[in-house]
């Protein structure tokens, strides 16, 4: 396969946004590029086995109803999945964009140190006793617990990274650092919360993976998409009291949000399940608000930083938000449902397949590759995994057709979807290696 044409472009990462291309900024790259690696190499390791390969096998062994994981309980496989999807897939990739981008979004050299392995060591120790201790113990086993104390204090060392290189610093534009330092705090509680209530661990599992969505992930996505969407796509973004409250209004709807599916698993009481729509409602405000407020319903303007071939990820990857929004939260708003279900479960892999890991490939298909000066391996590949992803999460809507009263041909036809989405991994995965590969020797053939 012919690697792809370098591109001509590079972002403007710079802390006021203009291009910086002299050799410092260069230098500067290739350092946070090598930091950023290790995380990146563990976030694709867990998604390529705990993460999407059990998490096929699983949803393979429910549609086909033949076992395919063996003595392996249904309940625990679950839960080891999400572990290795939200912890070790997702926070571990966001911490290598951050440990990446940061340093040249607020001017200011990131100085390696302890509190970097720490986050690489504690969350990646974390996520895997998680996993396995669930596959192990079930799902409020000592080894789930044991896990959440490594995930706190890589968390924790995280968020104290972000704050020291942010604090002082002038980030453009002001709201991308709020987003994301609230991130890293719903990240913090995500994995700390859980030690308060060792007894209760089971029942907090719901609310772990709530919260670490629209918490930890939706924060961070919105804190990125500020400074992406309008270089990539030429979008206008606001700035005014109406960004700055939507920021407001998204927290406030994660914490209700997050206490209605404390209440409905049996966390807390049951009459407070009623947060939850009021939960819901705002974060179905916050997000329709913020895509109208990032300029995604607004007329387009001079593209700064073009991202050819990856522009569909970031469009599509808003209509699944949509989605997720309007089957998840829009929805326990207006009829007071409980979240669970087939519905709940198609919307939450609209936001995980459709919303999180679409904007994830996109985005580092084209900054990873440029940020270590080296042109991606393959377009083509990068286009057979936009289409493989978004089929993914299309036929998983099949489970929720057929609750609604479809034929059970929509259910096995959603079998599918598990290998599919499985298959954009390792495409993706793929793809950045032998961006890396071909760059490498490209660089000694110069030498």
């Not at 895997?128 to 490594?150: E, K, P, S, Y």
């Not at 599918?416 to 000694?444: C, D, E, K, Y």
Request: net charge positive; with cysteine.
């Amino acid at each position: 396969m012919q690697p792809a044409k370098p591109q001509q472009s590079r972002e403007p990462e710079g802390p006021g946004g203009a291009a910086e291309n002299g050799p410092k900024v260069d230098a500067v790259m290739r350092a946070t590029a090598r930091r950023a690696a290790w995380f990146f190499l563990w976030s694709l390791a867990f998604a390529l086995t705990l993460g999407t390969t059990l998490g096929t096998l699983l949803w393979l062994s429910l549609t086909w109803q033949k076992n395919l994981v063996g003595s392996l309980p249904i309940a625990a496989a679950r839960v080891a999945h999400g572990y290795a999807q939200l912890f070790g897939f997702t926070a571990l990739f966001v911490c290598g964009v951050a440990y990446h981008v940061l340093p040249r979004l607020s001017g200011r050299p990131w100085q390696q140190g302890p509190i970097d392995r720490i986050a690489l060591v504690g969350l990646a120790t974390g996520t895997a006793v998680g996993a396995v201790g669930a596959l192990l113990q079930g799902t409020g086993g000592v080894a789930v617990l044991l896990a959440h104390g490594a995930l706190f204090l890589g968390a924790a060392a995280f968020t104290w990274s972000v704050a020291t290189q942010l604090r002082g610093s002038a980030v453009q534009p002001p709201l991308l650092s709020a987003y994301v330092q609230m991130g890293c705090w719903w990240l913090v509680a995500t994995a700390g919360v859980p030690l308060l209530f060792p007894d209760l661990l089971a029942q907090a599992q719901p609310v772990v993976w709530e919260a670490a969505l629209w918490g930890f992930v939706a924060n961070w996505i919105y804190g990125m998409s500020l400074r992406i969407l309008p270089a990539s796509l030429g979008l206008q973004r606001s700035n005014g009291p109406a960004a700055r409250a939507l920021c407001a209004t998204h927290q406030l709807g994660v914490l209700l949000w997050c206490l209605g599916i404390a209440a409905t698993s049996g966390w807390i009481a049951r009459e407070a399940s009623f947060l939850g729509r009021w939960g819901g409602l705002m974060l179905a405000a916050a997000g329709f608000g913020f895509i109208h407020e990032v300029g995604l319903l607004r007329g387009r303007g001079p593209v700064t930083h073009a991202m050819p071939g990856t522009e569909k990820f970031l469009w599509t990857a808003y209509l699944w938000l949509a989605l997720a929004l309007a089957l998840g939260p829009v929805a326990v708003a207006v009829t007071g449902s409980a979240f669970v279900g087939p519905r709940a479960d198609f919307a939450r892999h609209a936001f995980t397949l459709g919303f999180l890991t679409q904007m994830i490939f996109g985005v580092s298909m084209r900054v990873l590759p440029t940020a270590a000066g080296i042109p991606i391996w393959s377009n083509r590949l990068r286009d057979y995994t936009y289409g493989l992803l978004n089929a993914g999460a299309l036929l998983r809507a099949g489970e929720a057709i057929t609750a609604w009263g479809g034929s059970m041909a929509w259910y096995r036809w959603s079998a599918l979807s598990g290998p599919v989405a499985w298959a954009a991994f390792v495409l993706f995965a793929l793809n950045l290696i032998m961006s890396v590969r071909h760059g490498q020797r490209a660089t000694r053939d110069q030498a």
